[in-house]
Nanobody, 114 residues
Framework: VQLQASGGGLVQAGGSLRLSCLAS????????MDWYRQTPGKERELVAS???????NYADSVKGRFTISRDNAYKKVYLQMNSLKPEDTAVYYC?????????WGQGTQVTVSS
């Protein structure tokens, strides 16, 4: 399984970005998918998750601003990020979980300027 995240960049506060993660070598439709983020000196934190059945869960800090979705046909998971804040600045990672085994992508940098 290989995960490739993309879509990060520099955006002003209040702006939007859409992250994508392509899962190759995966059946995907049976996998749960997550987005995590990490800043220097801090632990990686869960941002949003979506199960293989489409149930979603969000960190309190992003509820109402971020939306996770998936396209099983294209083996992609997305993170739509709106109303971005400087504190959202981080490296964002996608993670695939299959029957307890986790696979990580390489991360994409999101920088939100004030």
């Amino acid at each position: 399984v290989q995960l490739q995240a993309s879509g990060g960049g520099l955006v002003q506060a209040g702006g939007s970005l859409r992250l994508s993660c392509l899962a190759s070598g995966s059946i995907f439709a049976i996998d749960d998918m997550d987005w995590y983020r990490q800043t220097p000196g801090k632990e990686r934190e869960l941002v949003a998750s979506i199960t293989r059945r489409g149930s979603t869960n969000y960190a309190d800090s992003v509820k109402g601003r971020f939306t996770i979705s998936r396209d099983n046909a294209y083996k992609k998971v997305y993170l739509q990020m709106n109303s971005l804040k400087p504190e959202d600045t981080a490296v964002y990672y996608c993670r695939l979980v299959r029957f307890g085994d986790a696979y990580w992508g390489q991360g994409t940098q999101v920088t939100v300027s004030s």
